[in-house]
């Protein structure tokens, strides 16, 4: 059976999903808090009317301004394709490894906070310096969190590693529990979520990814929108598909039967981590943002620590 | 391979000549250096690619009845490739450079020399061509640097430069004059065959260590080179940073893995560790600096790190005979030694390319440079992705293979290893993410946002000769990124000739694959990358432009509601490295920062000050500095002493000298 028709359902599924699941945050959020909250479609409608609207460029922003949105999504629509989400046999996934992954991530984050200097104002300034120390340490705890695990599959290919922790009797590691903490740290920060920043906080001292978009509107503002939504999926996909590879196809089942199960355990998977994400930053305030650098090297540090633990078990 | 290098340097001979000649004669010397640049690294490629075998030749020259040899190996073509691959680009840059240059006749004699004394140490196959050719390397710098003699800084930069190339060249001698052992036998061949014991090679690694890593920036011995390599003028400033220091990298490599012998584990350890510190010092230096040229001093620091924890782990795998992972370390630290030759020399062409449309170094008198000079912007844009090792550009490659070669380290039997290998990769990533910091400042302070200073505002794009060469070394780094396999079928000979029986490195890959070890396990496609992200990119942007709308207005931006014109309101590069500052520089740096705010109803104007101090300087340096002074003043006494007492100390001196010789015996 060709792969083709997957493929493209990999490609589209990753961004058509993302919206919902940052619907489904929100909602939950406003449930905890006691509101109604907006309907589970309303990030849609935003994106829609976004679409819509005109785009205003300041008399300084340069031709990248206008091209980085594209960039951007282009690097974050891909990295969220390579990993697998109801199946480990597409092509897309093999087309980069973990540590590519991680860079294209970075690609992105790279080409966003050259936007936020572009214009030439002081929240654009804070937003992308701000977010690139974030990036400093969360980039390498996610890379730590990869030699973890790829000291254990003998691979940073992420179907390979799926497969592996699917088919083989891992067990309960005290390094894999490591790597999840961490790597859930570094999803928190790398998503602009609570405690690191706050998605809808109106104050702009308190902003580092929304200020650094700050000059943005119209249809670059949606794709950007647009971009950290699919990020979020692709945190939720990549945990999952680490560290909860169950209910996942693989190369010989691609088919649909298998695509029912994939698609299943994957809906449920996201769902419960939107809920769980939801409840988490109700239950926990802001951090003042020097103590973000404690949280991230507190999350370096166990992903060294969980590395290490399996570079000194190996020999035994 | 030996007739094109003859060529060659007789060419480097003439245009030195040329440049003598008292005329300010650009186009020869810089056209004739480009010339036999091209010459040698283009014998050099085929020599690699065709698998030639090994040349030498004996000149009767330098030592009576020792005569020079020469000899080039596939190690010694590969690195005449890197030198004169980026030599010839920048020679080209140079015709369009020194146009702007105050005092040209103190670049254009030595210019020619400094590339000729570099072919040669990498082509010496006898201690003695090596020593002479490696101080001449120095002493052509040197002179260089001095160019710009007419700032102070400038001078302290070359003295210590001085200082530190020869310590280095010093520590060198010794290593060679262990090497030579009893026999007294100066070439290499005479070396590799006489086996050295534990305590006499260890010795050698030591000084090698010291030797070549001093003229490397290892950290500790980093300090001479961000002050020198930033007083150059520039296009000499992508020379010594891009290439020189690769020759320093050329000698650790020879010395280690060619002529001591078969490596101890622990130089694993020791090499592995300073690579990492000197990686996490140098872009944390970076992260810290203002300085155009000399931040991108310290990221050569940075990258040298980088390189040494390759040779490291190259070193410790095959001290376990681990071969085929040794083989891989080996290629991914020599692909990084291309790389770093490739986008240094871009990222000094355009700092220079600013200086010359600006006059000014500092980054915080620039910015908006996107607008007056857009095609310099979008090289020094390539140049700066592919030092942050971020795909789909050649740093991310050599970074890449790095990483799998840190990730096979848990099979490294020895414990140390198994604890120091993670680290080492974890500070690989810390350094790695840092340098994307430091360049989303630097390209932001200087090319985007608004000019900080009216030379900024007036700035003008460079000519075509500049601009030539960055597109070549942007368009190599782009290549290199997208089809690594073009350099790894070089590198193959390389590895094969340095650790004999690791068999064919990187066997598995292809024109779209690279495959560190095995095809079913990890593997990396710049050209899927790429081709991916174009396709999605096509997508996207026709998806836009269908279902969006494609108006635009120009509208004075918004900042929130207070948009203030002057530029001065604008982040600058110190306010962008406050957060990291906080962060790193507190606990590295010391750094303090004073606010001198005015009382109320005073009218001048406040003040902000960081102060930071370098660890190494001020730990190692500074007391070896002040006890020098003290051994000296306390020795001053000596000088003023009566015939009589000169004639007692030098009697007392053969007498003990008798004794040692006596009691050795």
């Not at chain 1, 897309?92 to 984050?109: K, Y």
């Not at chain 1, 994939?262 to 939107?274: D, F, N, Q």
């Not at chain 2, 003229?215 to 940073?241: E, I, R, T």
Request: net charge positive; aromatic share 8%; with cysteine.
């Amino acid at each position: 059976m060709s792969s083709v028709p997957f493929e493209l359902l990999q490609l589209i599924l990753v961004v058509v999903l993302a919206p919902l699941l940052t619907g489904i945050v929100r909602k939950v959020k406003a449930r905890l808090l006691g509101r109604r909250g907006p309907a589970l479609v309303q990030p849609y409608r935003d994106l829609l009317r976004l679409l819509r609207k005109e785009a205003v460029l300041a008399p300084s922003a340069s031709w990248l301004f206008r091209a980085i949105p594209y960039m951007m999504f282009t690097a974050i629509w891909l990295a969220a394709a390579i990993v697998p989400t109801y199946t480990t046999g597409l092509m897309t996934s093999r087309i980069a490894d973990l540590i590519a992954l991680v860079a294209l991530l970075g690609s992105a984050r790279f080409a966003l906070a050259l936007a936020g200097m572009d214009v030439g104002t002081s929240f654009g300034g804070i937003g992308s310096s701000r977010e690139m120390m974030i990036a400093s340490l969360a980039e390498p705890a996610m890379l730590t969190v990869t030699f973890t695990v790829a000291l254990l599959v003998h691979s940073t290919s992420l179907p390979q590693i799926s497969e592996f922790m699917l088919t083989q009797a891992v067990g309960i590691r005290v390094s894999l529990l490591l790597g999840l903490i961490s790597l859930t740290m570094v999803a928190l920060a790398e998503n602009a979520r609570i405690p690191i920043d706050n998605p809808a906080t109106h104050l702009e001292l308190t902003m580092v990814h929304e200020a650094m978009v700050l000059e943005y509107s119209g249809r670059h503002l949606a794709l950007i929108e647009a971009a950290s939504m699919v990020k979020l999926l692709l945190y939720l996909s990549l945990i999952a598909a680490i560290f909860l590879p169950w209910g996942m196809g693989t190369e010989q089942t691609l088919g649909w039967a298998a695509l029912g199960l994939g698609l299943g355990s994957y809906a449920v998977k996201l769902g419960t981590g939107a809920v769980l994400l939801g409840v988490f930053e109700t239950s926990i305030a802001k951090m003042r943002v020097f103590r973000v650098a404690e949280f991230l090297g507190g999350a370096f540090l166990l992903g060294i620590l969980a590395a290490i633990f399996l570079y000194v078990s190996q020999g035994l | 391979m030996l007739t094109a290098l003859g060529t060659g340097l007789g060419l480097y001979a003439l245009a030195s000549g040329v440049g003598l000649s008292g005329r300010r004669r650009f186009a020869a010397v810089y056209g004739l250096s480009a010339f036999a640049a091209a010459v040698i690294a283009i014998a050099a490629a085929t020599a690699l690619a065709e698998a030639w075998p090994a040349e030498s030749a004996t000149l009767p020259l330098g030592l009576p009845w020792l005569g020079a040899h020469l000899r080039i190996d596939t190690l010694s073509a590969f690195f005449l490739l890197v030198v004169n691959f980026a030599a010839a680009l920048i020679s080209l840059y140079g015709l369009g450079y020194d146009a702007h240059d105050a005092e040209p006749r103190r670049v254009l004699p030595f210019y020619p020399l400094f590339l000729a004394a570099m072919n040669l140490v990498l082509v010496a196959d006898d201690a003695f061509v090596f020593l002479v050719s490696w101080e001449l390397m120095s002493l052509a710098s040197w002179l260089l640097v001095l160019a710009t003699h007419r700032r102070d800084e400038s001078r302290s930069a070359a003295f210590l430069y001085l200082l530190m190339a020869s310590l280095g060249t010093g520590a060198l001698i010794f290593a060679f004059g262990i090497l030579a052992g009893d026999s007294g036998l100066y070439d290499f061949a005479a070396m590799r065959a006489a086996p050295l014991g534990a305590a006499k090679s260890a010795a050698v690694f030591a000084l090698a260590l010291l030797g070549a890593g001093s003229k490397a920036g290892v950290v500790p011995l980093h300090v001479w080179l961000p002050p020198a390599h930033s007083a150059a003028p520039s296009h000499v400033s992508a020379l010594m940073s891009g290439v020189m220091t690769k020759v320093a990298l050329y000698g650790l490599t020879r010395l280690l893995f060619d002529l001591v012998g078969p490596p101890l584990w622990w130089w694993g350890v020791a090499v592995i560790a300073l690579g990492a510190i000197t990686a996490l010092l140098g872009v944390l230096h970076a992260v810290m600096q203002h300085d155009l040229k000399r931040l991108l001093a310290y990221h050569t620091v940075e990258n040298i790190g980088i390189v040494v924890i390759g040779l490291g782990l190259a070193l410790a795998f095959r001290a376990d005979r681990l071969d085929a992972l040794a083989a891989l370390a080996l290629v991914a630290a020599l692909l990084h030694v291309f790389n770093h030759a490739m986008f240094k020399s871009l990222l000094f062409l355009g700092a220079g390319a600013v200086q010359a449309a600006t006059g000014e170094r500092d980054m915080e008198r620039l910015g908006g440079l996107i607008r007056a000079m857009p095609r310099t912007a979008l090289a020094f844009l390539i140049g700066s992705v592919a030092i942050s090792a971020l795909p789909p550009f050649n740093g991310f490659v050599s970074e890449w293979l790095t990483f799998q070669a840190i990730i096979e380290g848990s099979r490294l039997p020895q414990w140390l290893l198994k604890f120091e290998v993670p680290v080492a990769g974890a500070m690989l990533a810390l350094a790695a993410a840092l340098a994307a910091v430091c360049f989303v400042k630097v390209f932001g302070v200087v090319f985007l946002g608004r000019p900080r200073s009216p030379k900024a505002a007036e700035a003008q794009e460079v000519g075509t000769a500049m601009v030539a060469p960055m597109a070549g070394f942007a368009v190599v780094c782009a290549l290199v990124g997208i089809l690594p396999i073009a350099m790894i079928d070089l590198l193959r000979p390389v590895a094969a000739l340095l650790i004999p029986g690791s068999g064919d490195a990187l066997a598995g890959s292809n024109m779209l694959w690279l495959v560190p070890l095995d095809p079913g396990r990890s593997s990396y496609s710049g050209l899927a990358v790429v081709a991916a992200v174009t396709v999605l990119a096509l997508v996207l942007v026709a998806a836009i432009h269908r279902f969006a709308s494609a108006r635009v207005r120009r509208a004075p931006a918004w900042d929130c509601g207070f948009p203030d014109a002057r530029s001065e309101t604008q982040y600058t590069a110190g306010s962008f490295a406050q957060p990291l500052r906080r962060v790193f520089g507190t606990t590295v740096f010391a750094a303090r920062e004073h606010v001198d705010m005015p009382a109320p109803g005073e009218t001048r104007a406040a003040r902000f000050e960081v102060t930071l101090k370098d660890p190494v300087w001020e730990g190692l340096y500074r007391p070896i500095g002040q006890a020098v002074s003290l051994v000296a003043d306390r020795l001053n006494v000596v000088q003023f002493l009566t015939i009589r007492r000169y004639l007692t100390m030098m009697f007392a001196a053969l007498v003990l000298l008798l004794l040692i010789v006596a009691v050795s015996q």
